[in-house]
C-alpha cells in the first residue's frame, strides 16, 4: 500500500533556485496538507487543500505556492528558494471535514536543503 | 502563549518502566484528539485517537480531560522499541490541526 507518496526525498538548492515538490495519495481522501517541520518545532502548516479544486492558506505560507492538481496529487513551488527554508517538508492526507474525528497520514518526507 | 503544549523531555527511563506524558490546549473549541509517534528522521504516524471516555491499546493509554484542557499518555511496560518522539495533536473544528513539538522518549536495556 503505497499511502502518500512524496519526490524527491533529498534536495539540495541553491538562492533563488525554484522548484516543485510532489505529493500523491491513493487513499481517496479529500484533503491534503503540506508541512514543514525545522528541530526543536512542531509541526507547521503551510498550504491545505479542503477538495479538489481549494487551497487555503496555513501558518507559514510565505514564498510558496501550491497547487491541487486533482484529487490525488498536491505540489509545493518554492519560487526563488531561501536558505530560511531549508526544512522537512511533510506532505499529508486525511478525510478532515468539519466534526470528522479522522487523523491525517504522512508521505516519509522530503529533506531540502538551501545553500 | 502555544496552542498545544508538551513537555519536550527527553524522558529517559529503563526498560519495563511506566512513563506518561501530558499535553495542554489552549482552544476549549477543540473537537479532536491523537497521539502521534515519530522515529529518528522519519514520518509522524498515528499511535492512537483520544476519545472523551479514555481508551487503551495494549500498553498505551490515553486520556483527555476537557475541563483541564489536557490529554495525556500512559505507556507500560515500555520497550527499547518505545524510543521516539511522541506528538500531541488537537484538531480545532474544520481543517485547523495543531501539532505540539513533540516528546522525547528514550528507553534504556
Known amino acids: 500500500n503505497a499511502g502518500v507518496t512524496q519526490t524527491p526525498k533529498f534536495q539540495v538548492l541553491k538562492t533563488g533556485q525554484s522548484m516543485t515538490l510532489q505529493c500523491a495519495q491513493d487513499?481517496?481522501?479529500?484533503?491534503m496538507y503540506w508541512y514543514r517541520q525545522d528541530p526543536g518545532m512542531g509541526l507547521r502548516l503551510i498550504y491545505y487543500s479542503a477538495s479538489e479544486g481549494t487551497t487555503d492558506k496555513g501558518e507559514v505560507p510565505n514564498g510558496y505556492n501550491v497547487s491541487r492538481l486533482n484529487k490525488r496529487e498536491f505540489s509545493l513551488r518554492l519560487e526563488s528558494a531561501a536558505p530560511s527554508q531549508t526544512s522537512v517538508y511533510f506532505c499529508?492526507?486525511?478525510?478532515?471535514?468539519?466534526?470528522?474525528?479522522?487523523?491525517?497520514?504522512f508521505g516519509d518526507g522530503t529533506r531540502l536543503s538551501i545553500l | 502563549r502555544k496552542e498545544v503544549e508538551q513537555d519536550p523531555g527527553p524522558f529517559n527511563v529503563p526498560e519495563g518502566a511506566t512513563v506518561a506524558f501530558n499535553c495542554t490546549y489552549s482552544?476549549?473549541?477543540?473537537?479532536?484528539f491523537f497521539w502521534y509517534r515519530q522515529d529518528c528522521r522519519k514520518e509522524p504516524k498515528l499511535l492512537m485517537s483520544?476519545?472523551?471516555s479514555g481508551n487503551e491499546d495494549g500498553r498505551f493509554t490515553a486520556q483527555l480531560n476537557r475541563a483541564s484542557q489536557y490529554i495525556s499518555l500512559l505507556i507500560r511496560d515500555s520497550k527499547l522499541s518505545d524510543s521516539a518522539t511522541y506528538l500531541c495533536?488537537?484538531?480545532?473544528?474544520?481543517?485547523?490541526?495543531?501539532f505540539g513539538a513533540g516528546t522525547r522518549l528514550f528507553v534504556k536495556a
Open positions: 482552544n476549549s473549541a477543540s473537537q479532536s
Open positions: 499529508a492526507s486525511g478525510d478532515s471535514e468539519t466534526g470528522s474525528n479522522q487523523p491525517q497520514h
Open positions: 495533536v488537537v484538531k480545532t473544528g474544520g481543517f485547523k490541526t495543531i
Open positions: 483520544v476519545y472523551s
Open positions: 487513499m481517496n481522501h479529500n484533503s
